[in-house]
């Protein structure tokens, strides 16, 4: 039964197995802590101890629902879970669930609250992003990759140009330089 799962979910997504057991990782790990709804989205995080972090994501949601509502939209339909975690990268974007993973900002945030909900704002757009492209059947190749993830990139960046005032520190939590 479970080799039948398997063989099912590879030849229905183009991830490696690599992504393939992340993906199996967070959908059950995203079952035993309790979520918070948001609407039609889950939010949920590795452990309890990440409330904070978790509230901030759903303070996110509630930014972007009352400064672009076309992007939230795009949020609404595209993402179904979001799944806090120490990622290495800024996060991950799963299709087949429809579930984005975003990195935790707690321990590199400092006192700036307003920065690290930005920043949750623009990987929730970037992620809400790959979702459309991938809903209009735009593969995700190597030769695609790098305008897939500029034209995420430039969405997320419209979003954050509507707040000047926090843009360093957005981008210093982001980058890791200014815009």
Same mark, same amino acid.
């Given at each position: 039964? =479970? ?5 099912? %979910? ?8 690599? @992504?393939?057991? *992340? %993906? ?9 802590? =309790?979520? $918070? ?5 889950? $939010? ?6 990440? +409330? ?8 996110? /949601? @509630? +930014? ?8 939230? =939209?795009?949020?609404? &339909?595209?993402?179904? &879970?979001?799944? +806090?975690?120490?990622?290495?990268? /800024? ?11 975003? =990195? ?18 623009? %990987? +929730? ?7 459309? /492209? ?5 593969? #995700?190749?190597?030769?695609? !990759?790098?305008? $897939?993830? !500029?034209?995420?990139? $430039? ?6 140009? *509507? ?8 981008? !210093? %939590?982001? #980058?890791? &330089?200014?815009?």
């Amino acid at each position: 039964m =479970k080799t039948t799962i398997l063989h099912w %979910l590879m030849s229905r997504c183009a991830a490696l197995p690599v @992504e393939v057991v *992340q %993906l199996f990782l967070v959908c059950s790990i995203a079952r035993i802590v =309790k979520p $918070i709804s948001r609407g039609h989205i889950r $939010i949920g995080a590795a452990t309890a101890q990440r +409330l904070p972090e978790v509230k901030r994501i759903a303070e996110a /949601l @509630e +930014l972007v629902e009352r400064h672009d509502v076309r992007r939230f =939209k795009r949020i609404q &339909r595209s993402i179904k &879970r979001v799944f +806090l975690a120490p990622w290495k990268s /800024l996060g991950a974007y799963y299709p087949t669930g429809r579930i984005c993973g975003v =990195k935790d900002f707690s321990s590199e945030a400092g006192e700036n609250s307003a920065a690290v909900v930005l920043a949750y704002a623009y %990987l +929730l757009i970037y992620g809400a992003t790959q979702g459309y /492209l991938h809903s209009r059947r735009v593969v #995700f190749t190597s030769g695609n !990759r790098t305008r $897939i993830q !500029r034209v995420c990139h $430039i969405e997320g960046v419209y979003f954050l140009r *509507q707040f000047p005032e926090t843009g360093p520190e957005v981008s !210093r %939590l982001l #980058f890791s &330089r200014p815009l």
